[in-house]
């Protein structure tokens, strides 16, 4: 089955500057190299925490 999303479908947007971005762009899903380098940065930065990290005292919790 060959499924092609809408015409009308929003397009995707580089998720540092916003700009609009070519799904088939090579740097997809950023707007270019430079976009992508600085969401590397952050990650490698720390910038981006999705949770703290296990402890102890959660393990331990309950009788
Ligand atoms: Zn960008």
Sequence with gaps: MNRHP???APPARCRICGKPVDPDAKTFPFCSDR???MDLAKWADGS???SRPIEEADLDEGE
């Design 6 to 8: 809408p015409d009308n």
């Design 48 to 50: 981006y925490t999705i």
């Design 35 to 37: 976009c992508r380098t």
